[in-house]
């Protein structure tokens, strides 16, 4: 069956079709998944019952995947487990658990590891348990949002560089969330506010929680601009919300695409995600 798509918004967003990642890719249908991955963003694969070996394999195809960080529920080296489900017992954590706390900065917008030096190309997610209602993950694309800015902002973003801060974003839930540990494995790093896509050439806002400030300017009033910019992007027009049904996949570009779960009762429904993070190739500024 050939690789076939249907655009879930006007400005972003594919489902595609013909693949069964469980069964393998072939080279040419690889290919086309990343045409749509580059001109798309954000790509959804339904019914694909697949375990960690798999989604570990065909996340690789697109480049090396980084690892997960120190404290998050369920870490190993390549696959982050994104969860109310303890681990050890199998069974639903109390609300007030910790680790539901730490996971509910997930329902911030952001992007994956943009307080990595290197921050993150795509990240694959894959829905093991889901929720009957509710839980969705909502998508923006920087990259409309960039198009329709004037052209006075557009010049003043230019060059501009953000402090992107993982104790930051956290802290923004609970100051004791980032432990010492956690803070040296992800100190403050900068990243560009606008960033291009080699493949296509076209440009995006780059913003979300984990932008801390802007270098050289005075920390409140940046933050105010940051905010405003992650507002502009996550304009409904500029929006996509993906209700999960068992066995998605869904791939989102990093480097363009603003990201947040939404909550679900946690203290009934089980929901188990498993995810892969695709590494970047290089620092985004100096």
């Given at each position: 069956?050939?690789?076939?798509?249907?655009?879930?918004?006007?400005?972003?967003?594919?489902?595609?079709?013909?693949?069964?990642?469980?069964?393998?890719?072939?080279?040419?249908?690889?290919?086309?998944?990343?045409?749509?991955?580059?001109?798309?963003?954000?790509?959804?694969?339904?019914?694909?019952?697949?375990?960690?070996?798999?989604?570990?394999?065909?996340?690789?195809?697109?480049?090396?995947?980084?690892?997960?960080?120190?404290?998050?529920?369920?870490?190993?080296?390549?696959?982050?487990?994104?969860?109310?489900?303890?681990?050890?017992?199998?069974?639903?954590?109390?609300?007030?658990?910790?680790?539901?706390?730490?996971?509910?900065?997930?329902?911030?917008?952001?992007?994956?590891?943009?307080?990595?030096?290197?921050?993150?190309?795509?990240?694959?997610?894959?829905?093991?348990e889901v929720p009957p209602e509710e839980g969705e993950t909502e998508f923006a694309t920087g990259r409309a949002a960039w198009d329709d800015l004037e052209d006075a902002l557009k010049e003043e973003?230019?060059?501009?560089?953000?402090?992107?801060?993982?104790?930051?974003?956290?802290?923004?839930?609970?100051?004791?969330?980032?432990?010492?540990?956690?803070?040296?494995?992800?100190?403050?790093?900068?990243?560009?506010?606008?960033?291009?896509?080699?493949?296509?050439?076209?440009?995006?806002?780059?913003?979300?929680?984990?932008?801390?400030?802007?270098?050289?300017?005075?920390?409140?009033?940046?933050?105010?601009?940051?905010?405003?910019?992650?507002?502009?992007?996550?304009?409904?027009?500029?929006?996509?919300?993906?209700?999960?049904?068992?066995?998605?996949?869904?791939?989102?570009?990093?480097?363009?695409?603003?990201?947040?779960?939404?909550?679900?009762?946690?203290?009934?429904?089980?929901?188990?995600?498993?995810?892969?993070?695709?590494?970047?190739?290089?620092?985004?500024?100096?």
């Amino acid at each position: 069956m050939a690789v076939t798509f249907r655009q879930l918004t006007p400005a972003f967003g594919a489902e595609v079709s013909g693949v069964d990642i469980a069964k393998g890719v072939s080279n040419s249908d690889f290919a086309e998944i990343a045409r749509l991955f580059n001109d798309y963003s954000v790509l959804v694969f339904r019914g694909q019952h697949i375990d960690d070996a798999r989604q570990i394999a065909f996340s690789r195809r697109f480049g090396p995947l980084e690892g997960t960080v120190r404290s998050n529920v369920g870490a190993g080296s390549e696959i982050a487990v994104i969860s109310n489900v303890d681990p050890e017992t199998d069974e639903i954590l109390p609300i007030e658990d910790w680790r539901n706390v730490y996971n509910s900065g997930n329902e911030m917008w952001h992007t994956d590891s943009s307080f990595k030096r290197v921050p993150a190309t795509a990240s694959l997610l894959s829905g093991r348990e889901v929720p009957p209602e509710e839980g969705e993950t909502e998508f923006a694309t920087g990259r409309a949002a960039w198009d329709d800015l004037e052209d006075a902002l557009k010049e003043e973003l230019d060059g501009l560089v953000a402090i992107h801060d993982f104790a930051y974003s956290r802290g923004l839930i609970r100051g004791d969330l980032v432990d010492e540990a956690q803070r040296r494995e992800t100190p403050p790093v900068p990243q560009a506010v606008v960033r291009r896509n080699p493949a296509n050439g076209r440009r995006n806002i780059y913003a979300g929680a984990h932008a801390s400030h802007i270098r050289g300017r005075d920390i409140e009033e940046s933050r105010a601009l940051l905010r405003s910019l992650t507002d502009r992007i996550v304009q409904e027009r500029y929006t996509y919300t993906h209700s999960w049904r068992q066995g998605d996949l869904v791939m989102w570009d990093n480097r363009c695409c603003l990201h947040r779960g939404r909550p679900w009762n946690k203290g009934k429904y089980r929901r188990m995600m498993h995810r892969t993070t695709v590494a970047g190739i290089g620092p985004t500024a100096a």
